[in-house]
């Protein structure tokens, strides 16, 4: 995978040697202020002008890219331009939409069902408390987690796989913690911090340098601080 090259010039101009046992308020001080000269600039990656199209863009995205998912909601979102337009009568027309972000079947029966219950419980209003929004179909810890703090800058840092790896690999939480573990561990960690933000710089990341496989460990910022990394040079 090509490294973008402003990772590359960010790694060649920091020479401070952090050390891998810097203390943990240090570390995560160090960690947020990195990011945020990394990547100053982010905004969501999933396409939407309505909040109940976050809501739906993040349900498609399960096991899906955000670029196949913007693929298709650029087309659902002119086909069925409001919350009434989702219905059974529709499926057909909605699954035409998404069937390429996978699972397209059960995700259209989720699209909706969520849409039956906005339209005529919540009275076409998005639920703002997480509770809530884990109530409706197809909606987890992570999605409503994404909507609330994308939409009213709720202060959640969403795991996905790359938040997860990212974290972990750092060792600033816990191996063996849950995705749902990790989030509140890295909420208490980043208190006071942009958490949104720090969500998708975590992922932005995960995505240019601290890959699955074959990780960019060599124009990493994090290397000097990084368990993952300490273990491999061993």
Same mark, same amino acid.
């Given at each position: 995978?090509? @490294?973008?090259?402003?990772?590359?010039?960010?790694?060649?101009?920091?020479?401070?040697?952090?050390?891998?046992?810097?203390?943990?308020?240090?570390?995560?001080?160090?960690?947020?202020?990195?990011?945020?000269?990394?990547?100053?600039?982010? +905004?969501?990656?999933?396409?939407?002008?309505?909040?109940?199209?976050?809501?739906?863009?993040? @349900?498609?995205?399960?096991?899906?890219?955000?670029?196949?998912?913007?693929?298709?909601?650029?087309?659902?979102?002119?086909?069925?331009?409001?919350?009434?337009?989702?219905?059974?009568?529709?499926?057909?027309?909605?699954?035409?939409?998404?069937?390429?972000?996978?699972?397209?079947?059960?995700?259209?029966?989720? !699209?909706?069902?969520?849409?039956?219950?906005?339209?005529?419980?919540? =009275?076409?209003?998005?639920?703002?408390?997480?509770?809530?929004?884990?109530?409706?179909?197809?909606?987890?810890?992570?999605?409503?987690?994404?909507?609330?703090?994308?939409?009213?800058?709720?202060?959640? @840092?969403?795991?996905?796989?790359?938040?997860?790896?990212?974290? +972990?690999?750092?060792?600033?939480?816990?191996?063996?913690?849950?995705?749902?573990?990790?989030?509140?561990?890295?909420?208490?960690?980043?208190?006071?911090?942009?958490?949104? =933000?720090? =969500?998708?710089?975590?992922?932005?990341?995960?995505?240019?340098?601290? !890959?699955?496989?074959?990780?960019?460990?060599? @124009?990493?910022?994090?290397?000097?601080?990084?368990?993952?990394?300490?273990?491999?040079?061993?």
């Amino acid at each position: 995978m090509k @490294i973008p090259s402003r990772e590359k010039n960010f790694v060649n101009s920091f020479s401070i040697l952090t050390g891998p046992i810097m203390e943990r308020s240090k570390k995560i001080s160090f960690i947020a202020t990195t990011l945020q000269e990394l990547y100053p600039d982010t +905004h969501t990656f999933l396409e939407y002008q309505k909040d109940y199209e976050l809501l739906f863009a993040t @349900i498609l995205s399960a096991q899906a890219t955000d670029t196949s998912v913007n693929e298709a909601t650029s087309r659902l979102f002119k086909e069925c331009p409001t919350l009434d337009d989702y219905t059974i009568d529709n499926q057909d027309l909605i699954l035409s939409c998404i069937k390429k972000v996978g699972l397209g079947k059960v995700k259209c029966q989720y !699209l909706i069902k969520t849409a039956k219950i906005l339209k005529e419980k919540y =009275h076409y209003v998005l639920p703002k408390d997480r509770k809530t929004l884990m109530s409706l179909p197809g909606v987890g810890f992570k999605t409503s987690g994404v909507v609330l703090a994308e939409l009213y800058d709720e202060p959640y @840092i969403p795991v996905d796989t790359h938040v997860y790896r990212v974290s +972990h690999r750092l060792g600033i939480v816990n191996d063996k913690l849950s995705p749902e573990e990790t989030e509140g561990a890295l909420e208490r960690l980043f208190k006071g911090h942009h958490m949104i =933000h720090l =969500h998708r710089q975590f992922i932005l990341l995960g995505r240019n340098i601290c !890959l699955a496989k074959k990780e960019q460990c060599e @124009i990493c910022p994090f290397k000097d601080i990084c368990k993952y990394y300490a273990k491999k040079k061993r």
